[in-house]
């Protein structure tokens, strides 16, 4: 089964700092460009931020900008989302996919190969 597979979430204060990771499960996602989208209880999902397929491009919802950075490293086949000054509405389960569509300022929030995610909860 084709699919992405989320790792590094957990409990983090708030104003602290994670790093999650995306890495595919029986495919190579180099020249796909890759999405992080997260889903709070009651919340519909939503878009973290999108990065094309070489890296050079990338996308990040209002709420992201400036406390997200997704970066990709082709050699290990991966994508993170590194995340600082982190609140508590950040809690969430966080996934990665393929983005139906990354074009410009636009990142979808239909996707692909959804893994299970992965929980992030800020609290003290």
């Known amino acids: 089964q084709l699919q992405l597979v989320e790792s590094g979430g957990g409990l983090v204060q708030p104003g602290g700092s994670l790093r999650l990771s995306c890495a595919p499960s029986?495919?190579?996602?180099?020249?796909?460009?890759v999405g992080w989208y997260r889903q709070a209880p009651g919340k519909e999902r939503e878009v973290v931020s999108c990065?094309?397929?070489?890296?050079?491009?990338?996308y990040y919802t209002d709420s992201a900008k400036g406390r997200f950075t997704i970066a990709r490293d082709h050699a290990k086949n991966t994508v993170y989302l590194h995340g600082n000054s982190l609140k508590p509405e950040d809690t969430a389960v966080y996934y990665c996919?393929?983005?139906?569509?990354?074009?410009?300022?636009?990142?979808?929030?239909?996707?692909?190969?959804w893994g299970q995610g992965t929980q992030v909860t800020v609290s003290s």
């Open positions: 029986g495919f190579i996602f180099n020249t796909l460009a």
């Open positions: 990065i094309n397929s070489d890296g050079s491009r990338t």
């Open positions: 996919a393929i983005p139906d569509q990354y074009v410009r300022e636009f990142c979808s929030v239909q996707g692909r190969y």
